[in-house]
Each structure stands twice: as C-alpha cells, then as structure tokens.
C-alpha cells in the first residue's frame, strides 16, 4: 500500500523558511517522479515543485522559483522541500503526491498525502 | 503558467450525466496526452479518477470517463451517485516542463 507521510508545516513569521519533509513507502521510491501540490485555503490546487526519481531533474512553477528547493533522499525514500522567504500567500496545505512515473511528462500524481499545513503570518 | 479554465460549477440529478469541461492552450492540453482529473471531497486529499486523458486507474468506477479535443479536454460523469459529489480539478503538462492545474469545479448532486 503506497502511504506518503509529509511533516514539517508550522506558523512561520513572512521572510522566514522551512524544511518540508515526505515520507514514503509501498513503492519503490527512486523509479517515480514526486511532486509538491499546494491549496491555499478554500482555494484550488496549485502544482509547485516536482523532481525526476533519479534527483537529477527538478521543475518548479514560476511562482516559487528562486524560493522553494525541491529534493530527494533515495536511501531515505523522502522527499523535501525547503521553502524560503515565505510571503502571506505561501500560506496552504502542502501535498506530497508521487508520480505516475520517473520523467517530466509523468509528474502527474496518482498518490498523495494527507498534507502539511503552512501559516505566513506575524 | 495559467490555470487552465473549467466551470466553477455543475450539477446533475442522480442517474443522469454530467461533462465537465477544462479549456487549455496549444502548450498544454493541446499539445499532450497528459491531462489528469481528480476528485476531491470537502477536507479530504484529491483522488486520482483519469490520466493521460482517458484512462482509469485501478479501483475507479467505468461511470467515469475522459476525453480530449483540440485544446479542451473532458470529464464525464454518468449515472449519478450522491458520493460523487466533491470538488474536481484538470491538470496537464505543459511545454514548459511544468504542470498547470484547472481552477476547479464543484459538482453538486441534487
């Protein structure tokens, strides 16, 4: 049964960073793309970071290039992400989704997470 | 990156169908196979019903289906059921090796 498990969300002051983390199991891990999906409250999906399962390969939406940093530890089966200068509208449930496969074209998620909360707020 | 363009909202008797829509551009839906639709029920995760535009993942229900053309592709939903009520979201690939997300529509059961 494929579980992913992200932790690491919290109340952060604007400017401030954190690290995102995503445990997975049920699958093997470095075969398939994985993905960072954010929703704002009562707001739609927003698809922000995604990384090939090699590690070697990272996407990023124009929205969070520059401040958010996707990565994978394949011996860890987790993935991260490392969100940085974090504004008001950062403010969401960060979803870890795994991918349909390894490649760019098949980032698509078919698994996610129950999420992680993430407050930009003084 | 624009969201790709889908109805706020639809709604359907039980047993009867309903299509929801989810407009793209030539750089996304137009130009791939990779249109993905999921289903999300109010304080849950999004659930994965179709992907690469008309297949069903294990599990799903064949009242389900999708299709594509030109720039447009489509869900649709037939026979009715109450538990379909939820939230559904499009998504495609992109040429920017990005992935863009529909705005959502709300299916609502009468």
């Known amino acids: 049964e494929v579980q992913l498990l992200e932790s690491g969300g919290g109340l952060v002051q604007p400017g401030g960073s954190l690290r995102l983390s995503c445990a997975a199991s049920?699958?093997?891990?470095?075969?398939?793309?994985m993905s960072w999906v954010r929703q704002a409250p009562g707001k739609g999906l927003e698809w922000v970071s995604a990384i090939s399962g090699s590690g070697g390969s990272t996407y990023n939406a124009d929205s969070v290039k520059g401040r958010f940093t996707i990565s994978r530890d394949n011996s860890k089966n987790t993935v991260y992400l490392q969100v940085n200068s974090l504004r008001a509208e950062d403010t969401a449930i960060y979803y870890c989704?795994?991918?349909?496969?390894?490649?760019?074209?098949?980032?698509?998620?078919?698994?996610w997470g129950q999420g992680t909360l993430v407050t930009v707020s003084s | 990156q624009s969201a790709l363009t889908q109805p706020p909202s639809v709604s359907g008797s039980p047993g009867q169908s309903v299509t929801i829509s989810c407009t793209g551009t030539?750089?996304?839906?137009?130009?791939?196979?990779?249109v993905s639709w999921y289903q999300q029920p109010p304080g849950t995760a999004p659930k994965l019903m179709i992907y690469e535009v008309s297949n069903r993942p294990s599990g799903v229900p064949d009242r389900f289906s999708g299709s594509k053309s030109g720039n447009t592709a489509s869900l649709t939903i037939s026979g009715l059921q109450a538990e379909d009520e939820a939230d559904y979201y499009c998504s495609s690939y992109t040429n920017s090796l990005t992935w863009v997300f529909g705005g959502g529509t709300k299916l609502t059961v009468l």
């Open positions: 049920g699958f093997i891990f470095s075969s398939y793309a």
């Open positions: 989704a795994k991918g349909l496969g390894s490649s760019a074209s098949r980032i698509s998620p078919d698994y």
């Open positions: 030539s750089s996304d839906v137009g130009d791939y196979n990779r």
